[in-house]
């Protein structure tokens, strides 16, 4: 009976070495597994300050504009068409509230313009940047006061005859 005590004895210690090698296996998956989901929902967590960051944007179309234009001879008119867009909803709701005084600001500022200033590419340029500042200063905005509630002027069509 002895020599069995002494078997049972044996045979359990190879046993304690798988034990603890299983144990030390799930500890690691445990461990990697938990590492993982961390780094998933911190990049989760980073995805959705991102798409805060990318926000959809808000566009506000205004009616096309046809106006005459400052060349001599008032023979030359344009026909242009903007769309404003907006810091975020709030701007949108603003700007719309304030639509028939935005569309005037643009109105007369289009109406005194030469042919030759729209027709290049800077021209264009200084134009959009001059509706972006006249819309927002209807809508209660002042240069450096904080960020132009307007982010971008695009135009849908632009014609000079």
Known sequence: MAEAASVELEAPR????????????IVVVLAAT???AMQFLGASADGEQQTA??????????????????????????Q???TLEVADEQADKVLRGLLPS???????????????ELLTLEG???????????AARE???????????IV???FSHFIIQ
Not at 14 to 25: D, E, F
Not at 53 to 78: H, K, M, Y
Request: charged fraction near 25%; aromatic fraction near 6%.
């Open 139 to 149: 809508m209660g905005w002042s240069d450096g006061e904080k960020p132009n509630p």
């Open 124 to 134: 264009k340029k200084l134009l959009a940047s001059q509706i972006a500042a006249g």
């Open 53 to 78: 960051r990318t926000r959809a944007p808000v566009f506000v179309s205004l009616e096309q504009f046809t106006v005459n234009l400052a060349d001599e001879g008032g023979e030359r008119f344009a």
């Open 80 to 82: 242009i068409g903007v």
């Open 152 to 154: 971008a002027v695009n």
């Open 34 to 36: 938990a590492g993982a």
């Open 102 to 116: 935005v569309r005037n600001s643009v109105l007369l500022l289009l109406s005194s313009k030469k042919s030759e």
């Open 14 to 25: 190879p046993n304690r070495g798988k034990k603890w090698t299983l144990i030390v296996a």
